[in-house]
């Protein structure tokens, strides 16, 4: 018994070790949003070079807060996002905001919520290393990426940062 209980150890740490990927970073910011700084950005993938979604996916996007932010709060942010960059329909928009409310979880200052795209457009989300789910949607994954790469991106800064664009 003590035998099989070692070995499912042994097994979990091996399959989250591998959950989230050793990506090389393409740049780093910090988003503030009048006097506060809300959440350090990372970006990353395997070359350590951000193209396209394409050809730079898997494409990874670390956020590490810098206060607590509940789900709801995150989720009508990613939303209003989305409205002002004018890409995606209502329909979809609200389709996708159901989907995120079974993925995402409150965040506490000093928790990393990251988002893996997947060449096929779905995401898969983590919080601090543990996958909490993916999104299937072929178009999910350009249009949440879009929040922080789009040139129209509210937060231009902060993208010049994450692309190391000079």
């Given at each position: 018994m003590l035998k099989q209980l070692s070995a499912a150890i042994?097994?979990?740490?091996?399959?989250n070790s591998y959950a989230l990927p050793e990506l090389k970073t393409v740049?780093?910011?910090?988003?503030?949003?009048l006097f506060w700084q809300l959440y350090d950005a990372r970006l990353a993938s395997e070359s350590g070079t951000f193209e396209s979604y394409r050809q730079s996916s898997p494409l990874l996007l670390a956020l590490t807060y810098k206060r607590d932010i509940?789900?709801?709060?995150?989720?009508?942010?990613?939303?209003?996002?989305?409205?002002k960059l004018g890409r995606s329909s209502e329909q979809q928009q609200q389709q996708w905001a159901g989907q995120l409310q079974s993925v995402w979880q409150d965040v506490k200052e000093g928790d990393t919520l990251s988002a893996l795209l997947q060449a096929d457009g779905s995401v898969?989300?983590?919080?601090?290393?543990?996958?909490?789910?993916?999104?299937?949607?072929?178009?999910?994954?350009?249009?949440?990426?879009?929040?922080?790469?789009?040139?129209?991106?509210?937060?231009?800064?902060l993208r010049r940062q994450l692309i190391a664009a000079q």
């Open positions: 042994v097994l979990l740490f091996t399959v740049g780093e910011g910090t988003y503030r949003y509940s789900k709801q709060q995150f989720i009508d942010a990613t939303i209003d996002e989305w409205r898969i989300f983590y919080l601090n290393g543990e996958e909490t789910g993916t999104l299937t949607d072929a178009g999910f994954g350009s249009a949440f990426f879009d929040i922080w790469l789009h040139p129209d991106t509210s937060a231009p800064k």
